[in-house]
């Protein structure tokens, strides 16, 4: 029987950080490229999603929050890891569909931008990854929580072309040129708010998918990942998923 030395420092698990603008499918790219390599995937932004219901649930108007009580809000959240990735818990309950909801979606900028919470919510997600293999997305993800990560990927798309993805995720439907329109100028006011946010590391490579299926996105980080980590094939590919972006 093999025993681990006391001084042995722990096993320093993969981190694949891949960071980029508002719905430039980060989330949905991130999930099944974890799939794909049978890491865990870690979604920063459902954390900031928790936090943001959390202080809806209160009922108090947004301009109403301050730093001090949208921390206090996240006291209430816990991260627990499943079998592929990690699940936001309010009040020790799930919360999957009321954060990927149109309300929590018009504010979470708003609670993402304080400073605490941030450092709250980079706190989280090291701890889950702590020891495992995994696949994060987010914001800050490569220049601020993972400045060492194993690969970089920093995912960027023509903001019609996200308006036009994001709407056709939303509505199962193709959207009108009137509604792309809309969502386009939607997103390059968040990306406004967003843009201390959305640095690309220095050493992170750059993936413009404006013109790229989701399995090519995800076959091109795959491989960069195999290059840089030497791993063997574990499985393939087989349908999209949802993008929580």
Known sequence: MTTRDSSEAP????????DGPAASGKSST???????LGFRHVDSGALYRAATAACLRKGTGSEGWTAAGVLAESGRITLVPTATSFQPLVDGKPVEEEIRGAEVTRHVSRVAQIPAVRSWVNEQVRRAAEGRDVVVDG???GTVVFPNATLKIFLVADPWE???RRLTQRLSRKPTAEEVAEETDRLVQRD????TQTVQAKDAVLLDTTYLTQPEQVERIVALARAVTHRPEHTS?????????
């Open 11 to 18: 096993r320093r698990g993969v981190v694949i950080a891949i």
């Open 162 to 164: 996200r308006a036009r």
């Open 139 to 141: 914001r800050d993800i």
């Open 237 to 245: 590919p087989t349908s999209a998923v949802d993008d929580g972006d």
């Open 192 to 195: 406004s708010k967003d843009a």
């Open 30 to 36: 991130a999930q099944w490229v974890a799939k794909v």
